[in-house]
C-alpha cells in the first residue's frame, strides 16, 4: 500500500467514529424526545445529520475499497458495521490497524528505495 491509500483509510477512519456514534446518540435521542415532548422538529435536521454521515462514510469506503484493493467481502463487512449502532467503533479499531501496516509498508519501501 502507498501512502494515499494510507490518507483514504485516515480519512475513513476520521468519519467512521462520528457515523457510528450518530445512530444512537441523535436518533435514538432524538425520537426518545419526540415522544416525550412537543418536541417534533429536531427529528428532521438530526436524520439529516445521520444520512449525510452515512453517506461520506459510504463515499470514503469506496474510495478505500478502490485505492487498498480490497476484496468484496472486507468492503461489505465495513459497509455491515456502518449499519450497526456503535459497530463503526469496532471497524475504527480494524481500519486503524489497516492505517498502520499501510504507512509502516510505504515508509519501508521509501527507505528500500533510498538505501
Same mark, same amino acid.
Given at each position: ?13 476520521? +468519519? !467512521? ?8 446518540? *441523535? ?28 453517506? +461520506?462514510? +459510504?463515499?470514503?469506503?469506496?474510495? +478505500? ?17 456502518? *449499519? ?29 528505495? !533510498?538505501?
Amino acid at each position: 500500500m502507498d501512502i494515499k491509500t494510507a490518507s483514504a483509510l485516515h480519512r475513513l477512519r476520521l +468519519v !467512521s467514529v462520528p457515523e457510528a456514534l450518530s445512530f444512537p446518540a *441523535l436518533l435514538i435521542f432524538g425520537s426518545l424526545l419526540s415522544r416525550i415532548s412537543d418536541i417534533d422538529y429536531l427529528m428532521m435536521p438530526l436524520g439529516g445529520l445521520h444520512g449525510i454521515l452515512f453517506l +461520506v462514510y +459510504v463515499v470514503f469506503l469506496l474510495d +478505500v475499497w478502490n485505492k487498498a484493493k480490497w476484496p468484496a467481502k472486507k468492503a461489505a463487512l465495513f459497509f455491515l458495521l456502518a *449499519l450497526l449502532p456503535f459497530g463503526g467503533l469496532y471497524g475504527d479499531k480494524l481500519l486503524k490497524r489497516e492505517e498502520t501496516a499501510s504507512v509502516m509498508a510505504a515508509r519501508a519501501r521509501r527507505e528500500a528505495a !533510498s538505501a
